[in-house]
């Protein structure tokens, strides 16, 4: 939303929750915002090569995928190769603090730069899958800035 309200071109958003598609779409007609397509799909796979279509066609990825630990283990990773698949330049992304090192080294290994842009403190809500306890949890959030490399643009 904020992207759009700034003047971004056009927002391109997917998820593979049809409920949270449709309070998007929900929210862009509230605010009137018309240069926007919406896609229900599985994120991690729009890396693949049956996806090239997508590939390189946005300049900026905006995502904050689910936290790659416990019972999601490796999933912000398949989120953030598929972000860098679509951008052309950058994306940007949130992940637990405590998983930087191993961020930082995969961001790497994919001759990816990345930038802590922001530390942050995100109240997550619990209760909606049975493997959480508590009600509220104040989770530590890196905000990055993955360069995606020349080569590939």
Same mark, same amino acid.
Not at 62 to 84: A, E, I, R, V
């Given at each position: 939303?904020?992207?759009? =309200?700034? !003047?971004?071109?056009? =927002? ?7 409920? &949270?598609?449709? $309070? ?8 009137? =915002?018309? *240069?926007?397509? /919406? ?10 090569? @049956? ?23 490796? /999933? ?5 190769? @598929?972000?860098?698949? /679509? &951008?052309?330049? &950058? #994306? ?10 191993? $961020? ?11 930038? #802590? #842009? ?7 809500? !619990? ?9 509220? #949890? ?13 080569? *590939?643009?």
């Amino acid at each position: 939303m904020g992207s759009a =309200i700034l !003047g971004a071109g056009c =927002i391109f958003s997917c998820d593979i929750d049809c409920d &949270a598609l449709s $309070i998007c779409k929900e929210n862009f007609n509230d605010f009137e =915002i018309a *240069n926007s397509e /919406l896609l229900l799909c599985d994120v991690s796979k729009l890396s693949d090569e @049956s996806n090239s279509h997508l590939h390189k066609r946005f300049d900026t990825v905006l995502m904050n995928p689910p936290f790659g630990t416990k019972h999601n283990w490796g /999933l912000d990773m398949l989120f953030l190769k @598929s972000g860098l698949a /679509l &951008a052309k330049t &950058a #994306v940007y992304s949130l992940h637990k603090t405590s998983t930087r090192d191993h $961020i930082l080294k995969k961001a790497a290994d994919w001759g990816v730069k990345a930038t #802590v #842009v922001a530390q942050l403190r995100y109240d997550l809500k !619990g209760g909606k899958y049975k493997h959480h306890k508590k009600q509220v #949890v104040d989770i530590e959030v890196d905000f990055y800035r993955f360069e995606v490399p020349k080569s *590939n643009n």
